[in-house]
């Protein structure tokens, strides 16, 4: 493999029925910023059925190419197809970093596709950079220059890893959802759109799918809210969770939760914050019971503001709080929630 060879960051513009994922944009913006130190361009690679329209969204939000592959056999994310039109648009393409996101797809593809072409991948990763590898020269090792350090959390979250892959290329990573932020949107900024297709052949499956069924879903998306009221096995059972319940509805907020909570079965693991739950960046976040165990702070601390409630005044939650009210929460949450409800109601 000539390494020289490969040049451009490119990330997956995932979409799913013909609508872009939040994630895709996300790359876009993360890819822009790494191409930006490289001094090279980011390109979204889109696959799908009829999903051509979908390249000037990406355009708008700072993609400076788009691939299209578009084909019949691309309609419902299928694993073999899709990991073919991936690997035909990086040995066409040669890209020297390609971003996936972790969602249930990315992570599905992400591996496939780099074993395919013979690359590494870390998975899910929490920040990107470019720099030198090894970070801190090693005497009679080369340090190499614009390497994509890949940084995510390892040994179940009690430390930091930052990952290189000096000898392969493309780079690759999966990054989880929320992580990155979207760059501003440019209304009517344009791409180049370039259509490839490798060509599918119809028989060539392992999967055929017999009948699509979507989960319907009455619980609003915690990454999407912008005030999170958030409780841990403080809160002491499912029912005391009507606390937050009314403290969110005076605030617009959403409920949200720390892992401890779902394992005992009080909230499902849709609204649960943190390394195995969803990363959050509301622009409050309230803490309510929770101690702040690194796999949840993992989750939470880009938070704009953090707001903790805990009875224990060395809870490391407050290490990471903005605000911090040390006492019994199921005094200062109803006392919050009426203070502001007669606040509010002078406006
Ligand atoms: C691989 C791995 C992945 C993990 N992933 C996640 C994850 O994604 N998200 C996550 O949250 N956790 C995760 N965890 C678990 C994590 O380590 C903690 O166990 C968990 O976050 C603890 O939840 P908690 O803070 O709600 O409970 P606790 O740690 O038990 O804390 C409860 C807090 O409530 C306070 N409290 C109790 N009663 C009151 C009261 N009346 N008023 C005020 N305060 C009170 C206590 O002082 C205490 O600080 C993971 C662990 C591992 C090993």
Redo the contacts with the bound molecule.
Sequence with gaps: MNIQEYKGVFVFAQQVDNELSGIALELVGKGKDLAKDLGTEVTAVLVGSGIKGLADELAEYGADKVIVVDDPELKEYRTEPYAHALASVINEFKPEIFLVGATAIGRDLGPRVSARIHTGLTADCTQLDIGDFPINPIPGKEQLHNQLLMTRPAF??NTIATIACPNFRPQMATVRPGVMQKAERVPGAKAEVIEFNPGFTPDNKYVEILKIVKSVSDVADIMDAKILVSG???V?SAENFKLLDDLAEVLGGTVS?????VDAGWKPKDL??????KTVRPNVYFA?????????V??MEESDIIIA????ES?P?FDVADYGIV????KIVPALTEKLKAELANK
Excluded: M, P, Y
Excluded at 272 to 277: M, R
Excluded at 288 to 296: D, F, K, T, V
């Design positions: 179940g979250g841990g096995r403080g002491g939760c720390s892992r401890a909570v649960q914050v943190g390394q195995t739950g309510i019971g929770i101690s702040g165990a690194i796999q949840h993992a989750g409630i805990n009875k224990d809870a939650i006492g019994d929460l199921n």
